[in-house]
């Protein structure tokens, strides 16, 4: 193989035409550029890593139902700015993130609205200090912890058995976040060509951790409103017959919705007498506005039986710098996951654990909970902002989380995420929540930046969104930023 052209994987047209969604602005005669800028978007959002081969020309413009000639110019545009090269007989290929990156389009004052995470949890510095000290009693071992820092596993267990599941140090695996809590449980339970059940929408990295398994990810829909649909859920367990499910029962990543007790007593029955297991994140059940996470409903575990694993996270409540995360399940299931997980990894960072481990002794739950206490209020903020800059849009507010999931006035995620770009903001369009793309109707909108950054965002946001949609009248103080 030519050194020069990078070995990846294959995008195909159907595929692509999928991912871009609804690219192209409405009465815009710019076609090759609005695709270009679709395409750059997905690049830089990781969607189409460096590697990634297009499909060819006639293939992406029949999927897309245009012309050769616009699909030749969008891949000049792409061509010009870097971020895409091609040879002939051997087509073209993603080839960098593009020169842009550090140009001209380059911004200081980017507000990244992409990721629902907040800053490190006030405390974080203190945890550190006490953490360097404890290290000198780890420096004479290996430093390989294939379970975790038992004091860690003693403080996680603890918080699980207040919260109304039973659970033994033994019955905790510390990783490296909970992204790679899921992925170490698919590679036990799922394989290629096998089903996955997952909520619709949904995490992004859950669907695409599903297809790297080559697994396929089967979808429930979710409503916005009223939640899950126990009759749907009963459905695809018996139609599809998924090999696993994932899903996040506590404030809904992108919906912010959760679920009752007694949707989770029916739904973990369903689980428990189907004998499915089921993967369900909890990384976001710390950030509870409306009570104490104590006093929440019991995890949906304590229903589904012997075959649940519920993942865990440090970055959502204390900071995503620590990297950590955590699976609980019974003892039979950790022993299976020990084969996969040295595939993976040989355990997390022994300094990080003791850092963790000291944020989750009681003050610093003292400290999290004046964190929920900021966070409602950026909520309550980005909610304002939205009403003021944005009445058209439509969301309910959330009784926890990081994000309020957006309905737009008409199908335009995709174009909004390329024009908000433009104007200083990064979005993750709808479509990223889709196992197969759609949403073009919602945008999730996180709130973890500080409240005066929140209503800039909104602001800009509102101006990219009066331009995709080819109006004149940007209301006041909504001047677009160039």
């Known amino acids: 193989m030519d ?3 990078p070995f990846g994987g294959r995008i195909s047209g159907a595929r692509l035409a999928t991912l871009l969604g609804e690219w192209r602005r409405r009465g815009s005669r710019q076609g090759a550029a609005d695709l270009a800028a679709a395409v750059e978007l997905h690049v830089l959002d990781g969607q189409l890593p460096i590697g990634t081969r297009l499909p060819a020309e006639r293939e992406l413009a029949d999927e897309l139902g245009v012309s050769r000639t616009l699909i030749g110019a969008a891949l000049d545009r792409l061509r010009e700015d870097g971020l895409i090269a091609s040879r002939r007989g051997a087509g073209s290929w993603v080839a960098a993130t593009g020169h842009r990156e550090a140009g001209s389009s380059a911004r200081d004052d980017l507000l990244d609205l992409a990721r629902a995470a907040p800053a490190a949890l006030p405390g974080m510095l203190a945890a550190v200090d006490t953490a360097r000290r404890e290290l000198a009693d780890h420096l004479t071992g290996n430093g390989y912890l294939t379970g975790g820092l038992p004091r860690l596993r003693e403080r996680i267990a603890e918080r699980y058995v207040a919260r109304g599941l039973p659970t033994t140090p033994e019955q905790i695996m510390v990783t490296s976040g909970a992204y790679s809590a899921f992925v170490l449980c698919l590679r036990m339970l799922a394989g290629p060509g096998d089903r996955v059940l997952v909520e619709q929408p949904t995490y992004p ?3 695409d951790a599903v297809r790297a398994t080559h697994a396929l990810p089967v979808p429930v829909a979710l409503d916005p409103v009223r939640g899950w649909d126990p009759v749907g859920i009963e459905a695809a367990v018996r139609q599809a017959a998924p090999r696993v499910g994932y899903l996040v029962v506590d404030f809904q990543n992108p919906t912010g919705l959760r679920m009752d007790a007694a949707g989770r007593e029916r739904l973990g029955g369903l689980l428990a007498r189907s004998r499915t297991p089921v993967v369900v994140d909890e990384s976001l059940v710390e950030l509870d506005y409306e009570g104490d996470p104590v006093n929440g409903p019991p995890p949906l575990a304590a229903f589904a039986g012997d075959l649940a694993l519920t993942v865990g996270s440090a970055a ?4 995503g710098g620590l990297r950590l995360g ?12 020990l084969s996969p997980r040295f595939a993976v990894d040989l355990g997390a960072p022994v300094f990080d654990q003791l850092v963790l481990a000291e944020l989750l002794e009681p003050d610093g739950y003292a400290a999290l909970a004046r964190r929920r206490v900021e966070l409602r209020e950026q909520r309550d903020t980005l909610a304002a902002a939205l009403r ?5 849009w439509t969301f309910e507010l959330p009784a926890g989380g990081l994000s309020l999931w957006c309905r737009l006035p008409e199908p335009m995620s995709t174009r909004l995420a390329v024009s908000a770009a433009n104007h200083g903001v990064q979005l993750a369009p709808g479509s990223r929540f889709g196992v197969h793309g759609g949403l073009e109707r919602w ?10 950054q929140l209503v800039e965002a909104v602001r800009r946001v509102s101006a990219a969104a009066a331009s995709v949609r080819g109006r004149a009248d940007v209301p006041a103080g909504q001047v677009p930023v160039t």
């Open 3 to 5: 050194p020069q052209i």
């Open 205 to 207: 990295n859950a669907i």
């Open 316 to 319: 959502k409540s204390q900071w």
């Open 326 to 337: 955590w699976i609980r399940a019974s003892s039979e299931l950790l022993d299976r996951l």
């Open 388 to 392: 003021t800059h944005c009445p058209e």
């Open 443 to 452: 945008l999730r909108l996180p709130f973890g930046l500080p409240r005066e």
